[in-house]
């Protein structure tokens, strides 16, 4: 996970090379990344854990499927990682399968859960309104 101002920098510079959207969380410092870079995901700080909530990244989804024309989103989660899989699930991603990666961080390999969601599940929960939208200009 990226949160020394350097690292940010990289990732943020890797992510336009690929003429992908990025967001930047701040707080007078970045404390966090949210993009579309292949997958769908967010870099957030830890001491930002807590407070994590989908709203924020409703817009960025909507805007993947409604400016991107993107058919479907994926995203990777390291099997424990607590706080991001029950935010994922929230915005309708559903599980599509598992994998292994080796994770840097702790040196072994670990397992990682694939998430999708597609258009029309997006679609269907605005419907439902089981999600709540966000404007952002």
Not at 20 to 33: C, K, N
Not at 51 to 68: C, E, G, N
Not at 102 to 109: D, L, M, Q, T
């Amino acid at each position: 996970m990226p949160f020394t101002a350097v690292e940010s920098r990289r990732l943020i510079s890797r992510i336009l090379k690929k003429k992908r959207p990025i967001w930047a969380i701040e707080s007078g410092q970045i404390i966090g990344l949210i993009g579309i870079s292949g997958e769908f995901g967010d870099w957030l700080a830890r001491s930002t854990w807590a407070k994590v909530t989908p709203v924020r990244h409703t817009f960025i989804i909507d805007h993947a499927f409604q400016r991107l024309k993107v058919e479907a989103l994926h995203a990777s989660l390291i099997a424990d990682s607590k706080v991001s899989h029950p935010i994922l699930r929230k915005l309708g991603f559903q599980e599509d399968r598992i994998a292994s990666v080796f994770c840097c961080e702790r040196s072994k390999v670990m397992p990682l859960i694939r998430y999708k969601l597609d258009r029309h599940r997006w679609e269907d929960a605005w419907l439902n309104q089981s999600l709540q939208r966000v404007n952002v200009t």
